[in-house]
């Protein structure tokens, strides 16, 4: 069963605590890859690029 019973006790998050925890996780990944990159003297990058559905995308 996927659905928690009435007994259960669980905290919901406020869409402010989420959006607070995700802009920190986000800073600290941006602090980490600049770190990173800051080691490395070349980067490649790519992209893919196609049409489906008369719709175009890049991924």
């Given at each position: 069963n ?6 259960t ?32 003297e070349?980067?490649?990058t790519?992209?893919?690029c ?10």
């Amino acid at each position: 069963n996927s659905y928690a019973s009435p007994t259960t006790r669980c905290h919901v998050m406020s869409r402010g605590t989420i959006k607070n925890k995700v802009e920190k996780v986000t800073l600290e990944m941006k602090k980490n890859l600049k770190a990173a990159m800051s080691e490395v003297e070349y980067i490649a990058t790519t992209t893919d690029c196609w049409t489906a559905h008369k719709r175009s995308s890049i991924g």
